[in-house]
């Protein structure tokens, strides 16, 4: 049997339970806990360790539902079979060749950094080998909206968690947002106008400005994009992030979002809502999507998991009205998908296994407490205040003091990167001194010493 050698800290930032479980994954994973090896009782490590027998069992549970260890009955807890990835071969000199381009560190306060230091990899490599030792079908052509079996796990999720009201039927796979929105850009055509917020999300503005689209920027108010701007733009589309708005973090409230679809169902227009990172919520339930609002079928519901599990994940979904499914299906309807069946399948299984609900509670949990500390410590920065810190992983910072470049540019020389509200502006004037801070990326043990950089650098 294994023994731990393993000292907890009651005082420690994380749990004791997720001390444990830490360790115990570690150990699964690094090879000193091999497939087959038994765990200590929970009565022995309770001993060991000087903990509750709750404590233990919390551990324990974690570690089995996410695949590093499995229960026999009468027996105890076992390591699982864990393939662990192998180490690169070491040699005396390795040199990079000439033509491979450097990668550049995410900066620390990116707003597009996400943390994946909790992503749960067992779970993920158990339902990936499941599948594909035990579904070859999977080889063959697919349905090019997605596996029936994701569409249906999507729709039940997006029903209890964002109340969308949709069958699999309307559900469409793609491999990230883009191919998505080139998706709607081509089932609306090219006499379609957008109206994108001002400020807004760029990548959007990429994309449409790639397909040489007709762009309206409609500027913003304390509510959200501006109902009577709007109207009088022209636009025949509007895309907007009404959750948790990028970059602003406005969450718009149902008032607007009902004038908003007013507008489309008297112009005939049709809505995009992006609910790109509705999964992270520190003031309450989030209000319902746009989509579970509308009785008339105008607007288009978008979300992804790049956000809320990994970059890497180019997994993304789109809900379609019912009268958008004919045109789609004459267009891509002969297609191959754009994602993987396997991949797809795992991620079915993720999301009705549980492994997706647990994994958000921990990653919220994780960034609530990363948020707070960073508010607690800005705070202490005398005349800077925050905004738009209810959601998401990103808010906004205001110095009247220095200018916007001042602070981009002190900040910069003190190796914290950032991005001033101009550059998300187009027709209308940023707010003055005001940056835009994302944390997902930032780890929490480094949050002190970032502040006390900024301090300095601002002083």
Known sequence: MFTLALTLDPQGRAPMYEQLYTALAGAIREGSLRHGDRLPSKRALCASLGVSRSTVEAAYELLLAEGYVESRPRSGYYA?????????????????????PAQAATPLLSTSAVDVSHFPYASWAKLYKEVVYNSPELLQRGDPRGEEALRAALARLLSEYRGVRCTPEQVVVGSGMETLMGQLLTLFGPEAVYAVEDPGYPAMERVLAARRQ???????????????????????????????????????????????????????????????????????????????????????????????????????????????????QALYGRQQPTVSRYEQTVMARFLDGGFYARYLRRVGNLYAARRSALLEGLDQIEGLTVTGTDGGIHFLLSLPRLSERELLDRAAAAGLPLRGLSAFCHAVPPLPSTLVVGYGGLPTEQVPGVVQRLEAAWA
């Open 214 to 328: 007709a762009i309206r920027y409609v500027p913003m108010d304390a509510a959200g994009m501006d109902a009577e701007a709007l109207a009088a733009s022209g636009a025949t589309v509007a895309y907007l992030t009404p959750s948790h708005q990028f970059p602003m973090g406005i969450t718009m409230p149902a008032s607007r979002r009902s004038r908003l679809l007013h507008w489309a169902v008297a112009e005939g227009g049709w809505i995009i809502e992006d609910d790109y990172d509705s999964e992270f919520r520190y003031g309450g339930r989030p209000i319902s999507s746009m989509q579970g609002m509308d009785r008339h079928g105008r607007v288009i519901y978008a979300g992804t998991f790049s956000r809320s599990l990994a970059p890497a994940i180019r997994l993304a979904y789109m809900v379609l009205p019912d009268a958008l499914l004919p045109r789609w």
């Open 80 to 100: 699982a079979d864990y393939v662990a990835l192998p180490s690169a071969p070491h040699t005396a000199t390795q040199t990079v060749p000439a033509h491979a």
